[in-house]
């Protein structure tokens, strides 16, 4: 693996979910790995899983850490090239990129969309950037539009959770009081398409992700039909790609509940964090026997640290 950057990136997925699985049951077994390596994790965006997460994967790894919130701490860059810069950029990318790469071995990089330019959001316009002119592996932390680690961490906690060779899969859409990118949804469904599960996406009208994330995958617009005989309700909210950005209005009914997930009564629900509860998910939902969202993100450790663990060996 060169980069980590979407599930292209991944030669083969069921190795690299059984490395993180024997990660977890030995964290600190490969702790030369990293020694003398040095992680620079750089956050456009807030985050409290990611960066935690990676940096005690990394960690374990005996690996050095270097974190910055570039957009508060670091100057304001310059993505374009050409730029006449007399305005409010300060430091083009490729003088940061350059001189991050010769401070670290491994770049991670949060980057959110603007959920206003849906063509620069879907061109991954600053992830791309970096990594034409960072010299080492880029990891993406959540970029534009996707979120890989969350992914990986997600078919982890579906692997060591399901209960039958073939589990249903229902991602869920839930209302939200503002406009949230699309990177989650995107990339669980295309994380989803290479395992052994059955994927169903439901959401309302005017909310189905850009085709090409959901080629193939069945899409209804009727949630209980989805629900019915779900083995994992993955609930995430997401604002239209259709009319992009646009936040759903009037669709509280949309909210995971417990009368929603008695549609199969062994159905496990699942949700990334950080979630609105009762908005989202109902507390009776999230706080039940049900609820995988603490595996989830317990696994985020040990999806950084299979990755990590390939880029320092084959990146
Ligand atoms: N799920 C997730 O990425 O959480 P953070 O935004 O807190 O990192």
């Known amino acids: 693996m060169r980069h980590f950057t979407s599930v292209k990136d991944v030669a083969d997925v069921k190795a690299l979910v059984a490395s993180a699985r024997e990660l977890k049951a030995s964290p600190n077994a490969n702790r030369e790995a990293g020694k003398h390596r040095t992680l620079g994790l750089l956050f456009f965006n807030p985050s409290l899983r990611t ?42 990318i490729k003088e940061a990129a350059g001189v991050i790469s010769q ?55 579906i692997e060591e959770q399901k209960t039958k060779v073939r589990p249903k899969v229902v991602l869920s859409w839930a209302p939200h009081p503002r ?57 995430k909210n997401w604002s239209s790609f259709a009319d992009y950005g646009r936040i759903g209005q009037g669709l509280d009914h949309w909210t995971m509940t417990p009368d929603k997930m008695a549609l199969n009564a062994s159905g496990k629900f699942m949700h990334c964090l950080p979630v609105r509860r009762n908005v989202v998910v109902a507390d009776a939902v999230i706080d039940s026997p049900a609820s995988l969202v603490l595996e989830q993100a317990n696994n985020r450790t040990y999806a950084a640290q299979a990755v990590l663990l390939n880029l320092l060996r084959h990146g």
């Open 51 to 92: 960066r935690l997460s990676t940096q005690k994967a990394a960690m374990n790894l005996g690996m050095d850490v270097m974190v910055m919130n570039l957009n508060q701490d670091g100057w304001s860059i310059e993505m374009e090239d050409g730029t006449v810069m007399n305005g409010s950029t300060q430091e083009h």
């Open 103 to 157: 401070y670290c071995d491994i770049i991670g990089l949060r980057t959110f969309p603007s959920l206003i330019d849906k063509e620069a959001d879907y061109s991954d316009r600053v992830l791309h950037r970096f990594m034409a002119h960072a010299t080492v592996p880029i990891i993406s932390l959540e970029s534009a539009i996707r979120h890989p680690l969350q992914s990986l961490a997600d078919l982890i906690t």
């Open 179 to 235: 406009a949230l990118p699309q990177a989650v949804a995107n990339s669980f469904a295309e994380w989803m398409r290479m395992a052994d599960v059955d994927l169903v996406i439901t959401n309302p009208e005017g909310f189905d992700l850009a085709p090409e994330f959901t080629e193939g995958i069945p899409v209804l617009h009727g949630q209980n039909e989805a629900l019915h005989g779900a083995d994992f309700v993955y609930v």
